[in-house]
């Protein structure tokens, strides 16, 4: 079954905005991963953060963790249109080759 | 850093006609690669975990004769969708698990995706 629900569906916004988007997940993780699909492709990784991390971040992405919620949230600043994508959390419940589950995911778009 | 690649990319074929996608991890080994399904606009649902040398776990829900799994080799893992019907038509994608990412996380390395269409 699906554990993370990503916040909004759905975002649209003018390049040089900010984007957030969240996840919510409901059981304890290890870690907890976010990723990028552009339309018609397959998923490229972005970012990880470890349950006893609370922030973390690479380039222009911020992610959050609250453990005490179960939630996540993901930060894109000075968005640009090339950043047009679903981002998908995924939550990584035990170690080894267990399979991550994924959210729903946000459907971005940035507006030239 | 790790490549999976992933064939054919797309693929029409008839009712009742067999397909096989393939998925290779080009520059690491994978013991074990994992094969989701996803509908347009919707994420991606897990069908089955595919291990080197032994068979496929499959989810509940996915059919273990109708998605036929094969990971003969470090590298490569197929998925065969035998008998497809319509209803078959989907996106298709395999990922794989590169051991050498750092802390031995389990991030996930995709293949583009394969769409098959199904007249």
Same mark, same amino acid.
């Given at each position: 079954?699906?554990q ?9 916004i003018q ?7 969240n ?15 552009? $339309? =018609? *492709?397959?998923? %490229?990784? #972005?970012?990880?953060?470890?349950s ?5 971040? $690479? =380039? *222009?992405?911020? %992610?959050? #963790?609250?453990?005490s ?8 600043t ?17 170690s ?17 | 850093?790790?490549?999976v ?13 067999s ?23 919707q994420s ?13 776990t499959?989810?509940?829900g ?21 008998s ?24 996930l ?11």
């Amino acid at each position: 079954s699906q554990q993370g629900e990503e916040d909004p569906q759905a975002l649209s916004i003018q390049e040089g905005e900010n984007a957030t988007m969240n996840c919510s997940y409901k059981t304890s993780i290890n870690n907890l991963q976010w990723y990028r699909q552009n $339309s =018609g *492709r397959g998923l %490229v990784h #972005l970012i990880l953060i470890r349950s006893n991390e609370r922030e973390k971040h $690479s =380039g *222009r992405l911020r %992610v959050t #963790l609250d453990t005490s919620k179960k939630s996540s949230s993901l930060l894109i600043t000075a968005s640009r249109a090339a950043d047009t994508a679903s981002y998908f959390c995924a939550t990584d419940s035990h170690s080894g080759n267990t399979p991550l589950v994924f959210g729903k995911g946000t459907r971005l778009s940035v507006i030239a | 850093g790790a490549v999976v690649s992933q064939h054919p990319s797309w693929v029409i074929c008839k009712s009742g006609t067999s397909v096989k996608i393939e998925c290779r991890s080009l520059d690491f080994q994978a013991t074990t690669m994992f094969w989701y399904r996803q509908f347009p606009k919707q994420s991606l649902m897990l069908m089955a975990t595919s291990n080197e040398g032994s068979k496929a776990t499959y989810e509940q829900g996915v059919e273990k004769d109708k998605f036929l799994i094969n990971h003969a080799s470090l590298t490569l893992s197929t998925l065969t969708v035998t008998s497809a019907h319509p209803e078959d038509s989907s996106f298709y994608i395999c990922s794989a698990r590169d051991l050498r990412a750092p802390g031995g996380a389990n991030v996930l390395t995709f293949g583009a995706g394969s769409r098959l269409t199904v007249l």
